[in-house]
């Protein structure tokens, strides 16, 4: 008498990694997110830094390094 067959078990169809709906979610969470970066970036590169008049101080904090006299001169 023959072995009986056992047939193989499936893989049910909703296991399937393309099928999973929260996969493509990621998927098009992750291309939105890069295509904002990208349009960022080419808006940034597109538009005019144009330099504005300021006190050249930030919350009372001096923006450059160093002033133009030298502290040890009186």
Request: net charge positive; glycine share 8%; with cysteine.
């Amino acid at each position: 008498m023959p072995a009986p067959r056992t047939e193989p078990t499936r893989i049910g169809a909703g296991t399937r990694w393309y099928q999973q709906p929260i996969l493509w979610l990621g998927v098009a969470v992750f291309i939105a997110s890069m295509a904002g970066c990208v349009w960022i970036i080419v808006a940034g590169a597109r538009s005019a830094d144009i330099p504005l008049e300021t006190s050249h101080t930030v919350f009372g904090v001096p923006a450059s390094a160093h002033s133009s006299q030298r502290a040890d001169t009186p």
